[in-house]
């Protein structure tokens, strides 16, 4: 798990590098990659709290960024703390959203951060809603690097845990039904 995390820090690493929202200023977009340099570098050697203090850093220098977002919710989750990170899933997710085109990229992970992390809350009908936010949501910009069939595959899973649940009821009803009637002889 430890090194697919890694592996996803370092092949999202490259997302710092152009400047995404408008800077005040040169200086502001120089601060705001390192930062974000800083947080790869610390999250590709799984110091997650380095990572999130980089992060935290790189948001407070663009704020409308969903960016930074993004990259505390990977830090989150890898930590296993999965509230936050879906806090931070969908800030990014928002944050993206407002940015426009430029930042498509960053809502398209976000989308599935968050149907990801509500998938393992246990959180299925959410989790589906998610997942076809992001099926949605990747279709409509195929340009963009995505993960349509996974997205398609998590939808089918549900389904069929859901069809599962549903026929386990009928089992567990079945089993209560002979336990009072062998209570009753």
Do not use: C
Not at 108 to 135: C, D, S
């Amino acid at each position: 798990m430890r090194s697919s995390l890694v592996a996803v820090f370092v092949s999202l690493s490259s997302l710092a590098a152009p400047a995404l929202a408008q800077p005040r200023s040169d200086q502001e977009a120089l601060s705001f990659i390192q930062a974000m340099q800083r947080g790869h570098r610390a999250a590709s050697g799984g110091d997650w709290q380095g990572a999130t203090d980089a992060y935290n850093e790189a948001a407070s220098i663009r704020r409308q960024s969903g960016e930074p977002q993004l990259f505390l919710g990977y830090a989150s989750r890898a930590r296993g703390q999965l509230g936050p990170a879906l806090d931070r899933f969908r800030e990014a997710a928002r944050l993206a959203g407002l940015a426009g085109q430029e930042e498509d990229a960053v809502r398209a992970k976000a989308l599935f951060g968050v149907a990801m992390v509500l998938e393992a809350q246990a959180q299925l009908p959410q989790a589906r809603t998610a997942w076809q936010e992001y099926i949605s949501f990747a279709e409509s910009h195929s340009s963009l690097p995505t993960y349509v069939a996974s997205g398609r595959s998590r939808v089918e899973k549900i389904d069929r845990v859901d069809e599962l649940n549903q026929a386990y009821v009928q089992v567990r009803e079945r089993i209560a039904a002979r336990e009072r009637e062998n209570r009753g002889r």
